[in-house]
């Protein structure tokens, strides 16, 4: 079990929805749930009371009361440590790209897959432990926290049908997961993070790595 546990706040009108993040959210290491809102008003009493507690906020776009992208900009102007997921099905660019301004950690377009959710709070769990510990970082740890070095994806594979066991959607899952990692991940690693078994992740891992894709 993780040493740190980070609290959350679900900000999700729909109960069933919420309920479902918070189960998910039970089951993560390192995260508990410090409370869940159904509308702006709640969203902002909980994170008055509880704001040294909360340190991720998931975030629906559309609340009852108020736009949830003009509560993405009040939480980050009045509690500039928390960092802000949306989850949300707005897939319009606009909305988007606001949320990118404002400054989101992760933005998950409903409905969400488990491996997808886990891979956001394994990245989130990692960046928060990684500057924690760190004083200063080279620019080769940096790219690693801000995931903007990737492992090549297979461009063979493109280009040509993969071969059986292979999945497209899955394969990019793999790689999302690589590239989210800052250290190199093992077999078992992967398959958490995916939300898989552990032959299923070595198959891909021998796939990317017969690609030249990433290196053993």
């Known amino acids: 079990m993780s040493a740190t546990q980070y609290g959350i706040l679900v900000v999700e009108d ?5 309920d479902i993040h918070r189960a998910f959210i039970e089951q993560s290491d390192g995260f508990y749930v410090v409370g869940m809102a159904r509308n702006g008003s709640e969203a902002k009493a909980l994170m008055a009371q509880h704001a040294a ?3 991720l906020i998931l975030l629906d776009a ?3 009361d108020v736009e949830g992208l003009e509560l993405l900009w009040a939480i980050r102007r ?3 440590h928390v960092d802000i997921v949306m989850v949300t099905a707005a897939k319009e660019v606009e909305t988007i790209s606001e949320a990118l301004r404002g400054g989101v950690f992760d933005y998950l377009i409903k409905p969400i897959e488990a491996a997808r959710m886990n891979q956001m709070l394994t990245r989130f769990r990692r960046e928060r432990e990684v ?9 080769d ?9 990737t492992p090549s994806e297979p461009t063979r594979s493109d280009s040509r049908a993969l071969p059986k066991g292979i999945d497209r959607l899955t394969l990019r899952r793999v790689v999302d997961a690589l590239a989210a990692a800052p250290d190199s991940l093992t077999a078992m690693q992967v398959a958490r993070t995916m939300g898989a078994s552990r ?8 796939f990317l790595v017969a690609e030249q894709a990433v290196s053993a």
Not at 14 to 18: E, K, L, P, Q, S
Not at 141 to 149: G, S
Not at 199 to 206: G, V
Request: charged share 30%; net charge negative; aromatic share 10%.
């Open 131 to 139: 500057l924690a510990n760190r004083a200063e970082m080279s620019q």
């Open 62 to 64: 559309y609340l009852p």
């Open 141 to 149: 740890e940096l790219d690693h926290v801000l995931a903007r070095v």
């Open 78 to 80: 009045d509690y500039v």
């Open 199 to 206: 032959s299923t992740a070595r198959r891909y891992l021998e």
């Open 53 to 55: 507690e909360i340190q």
């Open 14 to 18: 729909d109960f069933r929805i919420a």
